[in-house]
C-alpha cells in the first residue's frame, strides 16, 4: 500500500513538473512573441515598450509560442541589370536591412523571415528597376544617388508596411557597366585619351617648331650683325693703322724704311735653316752692305773699287 502511494506521488509529482515546465517560457530582450490558442493569438509580448522580456506563463499543450527576432535583420538582394533613361545597361547590386514592428502583422503576412525575406526582395528589386529607370547614369553613379536610394526606401517601406516590416537602411553598393560593355567604353576612352594626346603632341610640336625658327632667325640676324660690327672695325683699325703708318713715314722715312726692312728680315729668315734663291744685288739687302740703306750693294761696291770699274771699261774697250 505503501509502495503504490509512494509510486502515486512520483507520477503526480513528474506531471506537476512537467506541466509547470511546458507553461513557463522565456521572452529575451532581443526577442518579441506570440502566443497562440489553438492558432488564435492571445497575446503579443515584448513588442512594445510597455511589453518587458522576461518570464512568461502558458496553458500547456493548448497554447503555442512563436519567436520574432527584434534586432535589425539583413537581406543581401542578386545583382541585377537595369536600363537607365539615357539607354545605359547598368549592373546594381543593393542590400537592404530591416526589422519587425508589428509581429501579429508580420505573421498573418508571412509567417517566417525566409518568406519575408522573399517578399521583400521582390519589393526592393520592382522599386530598384522602377526609379532608376527614370534616371541617368550619371545620376545614378554621381549626381543624385543619394536621393534615389532614399526614394527607393520610402517606396519600400510602403509596401513592407503591410507586412509588419520597416527598412531601416537600403544602399547600392556596386553600380557598374556590364563586363561587355566596360570593355567598349574602356577601348573608348582609351582612343578619346590617345586622340586627345596626339592634339597635344601636334601642337607641342608646332610650337617647338615656331620657337625653333624664331631661334634660328634670331641667330642669323645677330650673327649678321656681329659680323658687319666686325667688319666695320676690322676696317677702321685698317684706316687708322695705314693712317698711322703714314703719319710715321711722313715724320722719318728713312727710319720707316729701316724699321720696315728690319721686320722683312725678321719674317723672312727665321728659322735655323732658312734659304733664299734671290740675288744679293736686290734691294733688299740694301741694308746689308750699307747700314744707312742708300744703295743696292752692286753700286756700293762700284764706289769702294773705282779702278776696278776703270780697269773692266778700258779692257772692254782694247
Known amino acids: 500500500m505503501k509502495q503504490a502511494l509512494r509510486t502515486g506521488l512520483i507520477v503526480v509529482a513528474a506531471i506537476v513538473a512537467i506541466g ?3 507553461s513557463v517560457f522565456v521572452v529575451g530582450q532581443m526577442q518579441q512573441a506570440l502566443v497562440l490558442q489553438f492558432g488564435r493569438v492571445r497575446a503579443v509580448l515584448n513588442s512594445t515598450a510597455e511589453d518587458r522580456p522576461g518570464l512568461y506563463f502558458k496553458i500547456p499543450f493548448a497554447e503555442t509560442v512563436v519567436v520574432f527576432d527584434k534586432r535589425v535583420l539583413d537581406l543581401d538582394l542578386p545583382v541585377q541589370t537595369i536600363l537607365t533613361a539615357d539607354r545605359q545597361n547598368l549592373e546594381v547590386d543593393a542590400f537592404a536591412r530591416y526589422r519587425i514592428i508589428d509581429p501579429l502583422r ?5 509567417g517566417n523571415k525566409d ?9 526592393t528589386n520592382s522599386s530598384l528597376r522602377s526609379v532608376l529607370a527614370r534616371s541617368t547614369r550619371d545620376a545614378i ?28 537602411d537600403l544602399r547600392m553598393t556596386r ?14 576612352m582609351k582612343t578619346e585619351r590617345e586622340r586627345e594626346a596626339a592634339d597635344i603632341r601636334a601642337n607641342g610640336d608646332q610650337i617647338a617648331a615656331s620657337i625653333r625658327a624664331r631661334a634660328d632667325r634670331d641667330v642669323t640676324v645677330i ?5 658687319q660690327k666686325s667688319e666695320q672695325l676690322r676696317g677702321q683699325g685698317d684706316a687708322d693703322k695705314n693712317r698711322i703708318l703714314a703719319e710715321a713715314f711722313a715724320k722719318d722715312p728713312d ?11 725678321d719674317t723672312g729668315l727665321k728659322g735655323p735653316d732658312t734659304r733664299l734663291v734671290i740675288s744679293p744685288n736686290t734691294d733688299f739687302f740694301r741694308f746689308f752692305s750699307d747700314p744707312q740703306g742708300r744703295g743696292t750693294p752692286s753700286s756700293a761696291r762700284a764706289k769702294q773699287d773705282p779702278a776696278s770699274t776703270t780697269g773692266s771699261t778700258t779692257g772692254g774697250a782694247r
Open 20 to 22: 509547470l515546465y511546458a
Open 223 to 227: 650673327v649678321a650683325e656681329a659680323t
Open 175 to 188: 553600380v557598374d557597366l556590364p563586363a561587355q560593355n566596360s570593355a567598349a567604353v574602356y577601348r573608348r
Open 115 to 123: 518568406l519575408a525575406n522573399q517578399r521583400l526582395q521582390s519589393f
Open 255 to 265: 727710319f720707316f724704311a729701316f724699321y720696315r726692312s728690319m721686320q722683312a728680315y
Open 141 to 168: 553613379v554621381k549626381t543624385e544617388r543619394g536621393q534615389l536610394m532614399h526614394n527607393i526606401q520610402e517606396d519600400v517601406n510602403r509596401q513592407a508596411k503591410a507586412l509588419g516590416i520597416e527598412i531601416v
Open 106 to 110: 508580420f505573421y498573418q503576412a508571412v
